[in-house]
């Protein structure tokens, strides 16, 4: 995260790549530990907003920057 942090500062266009890939790869992990685990606590649910999260912010990051086009 720090290392993200300091792209972001500097303004560096894989920044935005490197949040969305965070933010997929915890909504993968925590689908499948809701899938593999009978309990779930709290915190499962929490990671996985955070996920989503990172996941928008990424995507709209990344349409702003005209690196995501969808068509």
């Given at each position: 995260m720090i290392?993200?942090?300091a792209?972001?500062?500097r303004g560096h266009w894989i920044a935005p790549w490197l949040t969305g890939a965070l933010?997929?790869?915890r909504i993968i992990w925590i689908a499948v530990?809701?899938?593999t685990l009978p309990e779930?606590?709290?915190l499962t649910w929490v990671?996985?907003?955070i996920g989503?999260?990172?996941g928008f912010i990424a995507l709209?990051?990344?349409r702003r920057m005209g690196q995501m086009r969808l068509w």
């Amino acid at each position: 995260m720090i290392v993200l942090a300091a792209l972001t500062v500097r303004g560096h266009w894989i920044a935005p790549w490197l949040t969305g890939a965070l933010g997929v790869g915890r909504i993968i992990w925590i689908a499948v530990e809701i899938v593999t685990l009978p309990e779930t606590m709290l915190l499962t649910w929490v990671f996985l907003a955070i996920g989503f999260v990172l996941g928008f912010i990424a995507l709209f990051w990344l349409r702003r920057m005209g690196q995501m086009r969808l068509w």
